[in-house]
């Protein structure tokens, strides 16, 4: 059964860059047509997916954050990762990463990372 | 981007009723849309995909149907653990887009 844990800073300055990185267990990251997920969540609003990443390099952002953002995947340590640059108050949210069927919808869930950005 | 729209933002219900819950895209995504619930202080789990697939291990009470631009959650008779938010997602064209929700609470 496919698990993910987010890691990472709760609290980052103004300015500064996001980093956190999704550990995934009980499936290869490299295996299958997967694409790997990274979706936030204001405080008490909805979602908005980041991005997404396969093994083999392919990546798409979101156009509304691809001057700011990139996501790698690491294979040898089975998990991927997210940065955000020049991070104001509004990036506050709850991160989630989550495995992705194809490009399509969402099955496997992380449990969320709360990052807060104040100085 | 695809615009999604849940309306309305929340609704009531009791236990036993049966409930719909619509979505409405901004332009046509044939049936590439999925359902989503998230309870407080959860990550969302997913009901349906393709429009009205039902997710393996997810109760057969929960529905979904439509296309197009319209498509309807339906929980045919509601149970206490059924009350949380709920979310449409749409897969058709980039950027991957989220409706903003439909909180189901207990009348």
């Known amino acids: 059964q496919v698990q993910l844990q987010e890691s990472g800073p709760g609290l980052v300055k103004p300015s500064q860059t996001l980093s956190l990185t999704c550990a995934v267990s009980?499936?290869?990251?490299?295996?299958?047509?997967?694409?790997w997920n990274w979706i936030r969540q204001h405080p008490g609003k909805g979602l908005e997916w980041i991005g997404h990443i396969h093994y083999s390099g392919s990546i798409y952002y979101n156009p509304s954050l691809k001057s700011r953002v990139s996501i790698s995947v690491d294979t040898s340590e089975n998990q991927f990762s997210l940065k955000l640059r020049s991070v104001t108050a509004g990036d506050t949210a709850l991160y989630y990463c989550?495995?992705?069927?194809?490009?399509?919808?969402?099955?496997?869930w992380g449990q969320g990372t709360l990052v807060t950005v104040s100085s | 981007a695809i615009q999604l729209t849940q309306s309305p933002s929340s609704l009531s219900a009791s236990v036993g009723d049966r409930v719909t819950i619509p979505c409405r895209a901004s332009q046509g995504i044939s049936s590439a849309l999925a359902w989503y619930q998230q309870k407080p202080g959860k990550a969302p789990k997913l009901l349906i995909y393709?429009?009205?697939r039902l997710e393996s291990g997810v109760p057969s009470r929960f529905s979904g149907s439509g296309s197009g631009t319209d498509f309807t959650l339906t929980v045919s008779s509601l149970q206490a653990e059924d009350f949380a938010t709920y979310y449409c997602?749409?897969?058709?064209?980039?950027?991957?887009?989220f409706g903003q929700g439909t909180r189901l609470k207990i009348k």
């Open positions: 989550a495995r992705g069927i194809s490009t399509d919808w969402f099955d496997s």
């Open positions: 997602q749409q897969f058709n064209i980039y950027p991957l887009t």
């Open positions: 009980g499936v290869s990251i490299s295996s299958g047509g997967h694409f």
């Open positions: 393709d429009a009205s």
